[in-house]
């Protein structure tokens, strides 16, 4: 586990040092990086008063990162050290007296920062920051949105005084103390053909995992049957001394996950694989209203229905002999064809747009017209975050009925959530979308795969917090950054392809993967599961949403239209969704309260 504050080189900053296990100096002896860390996960080196530190994973050495310092003048020339290095890592590094703080693309390591008396702060995490932050209730309102807000709301630390760096950008702090984002990175263009870009991909995982298994003498994998953790699990097979892959016991005995993954493990004989039985692991709410002993309050946890599964799962592996972790999250944000990138392509010469809209049409029953009308649709994506707000009430069932061609899925409150908590949230999208904001890329298609794998590594940073807490590091390569350069880089044509499933990945892997499990094209849903454990947990979830109910107290959420929900569960398990948000807020609120974090002072207005 990783957590750092940088300071600029001045004597205010100094005092904000504060005390800290491990540190680095700058060249004049005062404190330039504090904070907690294993001196495994680091990599530092110095070239006269200036040096460079990565913590994380990174496919670079001391002796490298020494070469390199002594021929850069500027943090700008480490633009091309951070553009080839394989791995996902914080990299902070101070030249000519001037600071570079920088994370990845996909935020699994961000960068927040904060500024008191004029002098910016950086660090690892917003609690690591110093000064008194209260919660902003307007974006709480907003974080109530399911399945999750788009960015850049999603982003915006909950914390005032308190701002996340930009995509694509490092924070550059300078002599004086004053830091700005600097931007450094843009997404490709999509224009590798399919053959070209899936050996771009399979170099990029494979160096992806072997970062990450290299000195390591045993490594843990998920091996659910999907397509995603399988290809980590035959890459990791070549690279670690000794592999062991978990793999949960559906609720659903229809699943077909299991089938998968036992062809999997039959190809993969060197390995040991643990099965997590259904009878004796936790199960999603799981633990959900029992306080977290170390709380971990930076926001909401997207994935707080399966906390106690995480930590059952990292226990686990350590028992095992494995202290760090690969997940196949990431995959689907960039390998699944994504219906948005119709739009480019119908923009598009030769780019195909007619058959692949006939072939969607057939897959999600789309009427000719509403098709054409909605491929048509330029709005900007200010534009189109503003109009957001207007629907964010409407009624959940209708979301996918129609087909829609904007920069994201469709938003939407649950019905529990009160008028006064839409007006803040439906406020804050029509102020973020006349404020001139710009997409994370400007084709549609590659803003939503990077915006979802920004709220993938916003996830998996959150994880690998709660199992290092078991000695486990929680690993998701599919979301590093050359990792995420390869998938945006292939012609939009060859990844939207409607007859095939996950078509970029399946050609990477070939050759490395069985042909015979590259030839699923079915996904597992996990509807049974969500039933089944609302049964289980539901007087826990109740009591969630009694009268002492945080969110209630704000003025945000009717807990009686919260307890019918709970009572009476949907037939459909698209209206459950916003479930996981709202009850991610609330145990986030009581973990604020408990850890002595200031609460927030001024409620949501009444109407």
């Known amino acids: 586990m990783v957590e750092f504050r940088v300071l600029p080189d001045t004597a205010a900053a100094a ?23 294993e001196r495994e996960s680091v990599v530092s080196a110095a070239c ?48 000519d007296g001037r600071i570079r703080v920088q994370g990845s693309v996909s935020t699994v390591r961000q960068v927040f920062h904060t500024s008191l008396g004029g002098v910016t702060v950086a660090a690892s995490a917003p609690t690591s920051l110093p000064g008194d932050h209260r919660v902003d209730e307007e974006l709480l309102a907003a974080r109530l949105v399911a399945p999750w807000p788009p960015w850049p709301i999603s982003e915006t630390p909950l914390w005032t005084g308190i701002e996340a760096v930009p995509a694509g950008c490092y924070l550059e702090i300078g002599a004086d103390g004053r830091g700005r984002p600097v931007r450094w990175w843009t997404p490709p263009e ?39 953790s399988t290809s980590l699990c035959f890459l990791a097979a070549a690279d670690a001394d000794r592999l062991v892959t978990t793999r949960w016991e559906a609720v659903d005995h229809a699943d077909e996950d299991r089938h998968w993954a036992r062809l999997a493990a039959a190809d993969l004989p060197s390995a040991e694989h643990l099965v997590l039985a259904r009878d004796t692991a936790p199960t999603w709410f799981d633990g959900i209203a029992a306080p977290d ?14 906390r106690a599964r995480l930590t059952h799962l990292a226990r686990r592996v350590a028992a095992a002999g494995s202290a760090s972790h690969l997940t196949g999250h990431g995959g689907d944000e960039l390998f699944l064809g994504n219906p948005l990138n119709l739009h480019t392509l119908a923009r598009t010469r030769g780019g195909g747009a007619v058959r692949h809209l006939r072939a969607y049409r057939a897959m999600y029953r789309w009427r000719l017209l509403p098709a054409v009308r909605a491929l048509l649709n330029g709005d900007t994506f200010g534009g189109w975050l503003a109009a957001s707000a207007g629907t964010l009430t409407d009624p959940v069932r209708e979301v996918g009925g129609a087909p829609a061609f904007g920069w994201g899925i469709a938003y939407r409150l649950p019905p529990w959530a009160t008028a006064d908590a839409a007006g803040a949230a439906q406020t804050l999208f029509r102020r973020i979308g006349a404020s001139g904001v710009e997409p994370l890329a400007p084709l549609r298609g590659q803003h939503a795969a990077l915006q979802d794998a920004r709220l993938c590594g916003d996830t998996i940073r959150r994880v690998d917090r709660l199992t290092s807490r078991e000695g486990v590091a929680w690993h998701a390569p599919f979301v590093d950054d050359r990792v995420i350069e390869a998938a945006l880089a292939v012609r939009l044509r060859d990844t939207t392809m409607p007859d095939r499933y996950k078509p970029v990945l399946s050609a990477a892997m070939a050759g490395i993967v069985p042909a015979r499990i590259l030839g699923r094209a079915t996904k597992s849903e996990y509807s049974a599961e969500a039933y089944d454990s609302l049964r289980r947990h539901r007087a826990d979830l109740l009591g969630l949403c009694g009268d002492d109910m945080r969110l209630a107290r704000l003025g945000l959420v009717d807990p009686a ?34 850890d002595r974090v200031p609460h927030p002072s001024n409620r949501v207005p009444h109407s």
């Open 190 to 228: 999509p224009h590798l053909p399919l053959a070209d870009g899936a050996r771009r991909v399979r170099r990029a995982l494979r160096d992806a995992v072997a970062v990450r298994a290299r000195g390591v003498k045993t490594i843990s994998a998920d091996l659910s049957g999907g397509m995603d």
């Open 15 to 37: 005092a904000m040092a504060g005390p800290a296990a491990s540190r680095f100096e700058h060249a004049s002896g005062r404190p330039w990086i504090v904070g907690r860390w």
């Open 561 to 594: 239209a919260l307890r019918a929900v709970l009572e009476a569960p949907p037939p459909s398990s698209l209206t459950l969704m916003p479930l996981i948000s709202t009850f991610a807020c609330e145990t986030w609120l009581r973990a604020v309260e408990r």
């Open 48 to 95: 006269g008063r200036d040096r460079v530190v990565l913590f994380g994973p990174a496919d670079t050495a001391p002796d490298e990162l020494e070469r390199v310092l002594a021929r850069v003048r500027s943090v700008r020339d480490l633009d091309a050290l951070c553009g080839r290095l394989a791995g996902s890592f914080h990299l902070v590094a101070s030249v």
């Open 293 to 306: 002993p170390e709380p971990d309050v930076e926001g909401p946890f997207a994935w707080i229905r399966t």
